[in-house]
């Protein structure tokens, strides 16, 4: 099975839900900067570094490899889905690199004194749009690795992917960090209510949204083990996949909005410093 650094085979599948994925802090980066997070950012730190591409291409292999080993590969087996992923690696690079423009662009209208929701759904519209044609390209590559696998190797590697994923949870070390911005802009006590209802909104619609994700990539499994697996099946997946996720992400946006009109203006000159750098550093 092919995978990729920010997609699975279905992209917004439930392996990219994963608390150590590259996508959940980037999911939740808007929602949880704009809940007063932003104090994870490091002090001395003015933007997010861009990933390189050994980074991204580092943790693909990762994966590659985990499926591979779950599989119990031969050289020649391995090789070929080398040969398949590294054809993606210029659209690795790429991706990666829309979605820190796409992030930044969202992040610059939450900066603004009034945010609009309506623009930043937009523009997470236009970054799906963008991402799928990707998606495909993958789809494309983990069907030509299909014949090179026997049945009982995929049955391997489905068996994988439906191994059930861990629940969600917010780390000792984010919470610390909400509760020092919190004190650091003189949250009055309906404000700490409002803002903790809404993360912990949040964490349960994350493991709601698992769950439906997670019987995608079970689907996708199911689908890829057949000895005639069809494309157009694992299509509808990804698409819905995708379009759940997209849901998501809107609601994000609309909560870190609603949550912009709850501080006064010191507040958010105080959020909006972090949120700031949140962005990506400028290409050295």
């Known amino acids: 099975m092919i995978r990729d650094s920010g997609t699975s085979l279905a992209s917004y599948t439930v392996e990219d839900m994963k608390p150590d994925s590259i996508s959940m802090p980037k999911l939740l980066f808007i929602m949880v900067i704009a809940l007063a997070a932003a104090s994870t950012a490091c002090e001395g730190e003015e933007?997010?570094?861009q990933r390189t591409i050994e980074k991204i291409e580092e943790r693909n292999k990762e994966r590659v490899d985990d499926w591979m080993d779950?599989?119990?590969?031969?050289?020649r087996q391995r090789e070929r889905v080398a040969e398949l992923t590294q054809e993606l690696?210029?659209?690795?690079l790429k991706l990666e690199r829309m979605r820190e423009r796409s992030r930044d662009q969202i992040l610059d209208e939450l900066?603004?004194?009034?945010?609009?929701v309506k623009v930043m759904h937009g523009m997470i519209d236009k970054t799906k749009t963008k991402m799928m044609p990707y998606n495909y390209k993958v789809i494309d590559q983990v069907m030509k690795a299909h014949p090179a696998f026997t049945t009982e190797q995929r049955s391997k590697i489905r068996d994988k992917m439906a191994e059930p994923p861990d629940p969600f949870e917010i780390s000792f070390i984010v919470k610390t960090g909400i509760d020092y911005v919190l004190y650091s802009i003189d949250a009055t006590d309906p404000q700490k209510t409002y803002i903790w209802g809404q993360i912990n909104g949040t964490v349960t619609e994350i493991n709601g949204l698992i769950k439906k994700q997670h019987k995608v990539t079970v689907a996708i499994g199911d689908e890829w083990a057949k000895k005639d697996a069809k494309y157009d099946v694992i299509k509808a997946h990804v698409d819905d996949?995708?379009?759940r996720f997209t849901g998501f992400i809107k609601s994000l946006t609309t909560k870190a909005v609603d949550l912009t009109a709850q501080l006064t203006p010191k507040q958010r000159e105080y959020t909006n410093d972090r949120i700031r750098r949140g962005k990506t550093c400028p290409a050295k």
């Not at 900066?111 to 609009?116: C, F, R």
């Open 70 to 75: 779950t599989a119990e590969a031969y050289d």
């Open 89 to 92: 690696r210029p659209d690795r």
């Open 241 to 243: 996949s995708a379009n």
């Open 47 to 49: 933007c997010r570094e």
């Open 111 to 116: 900066l603004k004194k009034k945010p609009d």
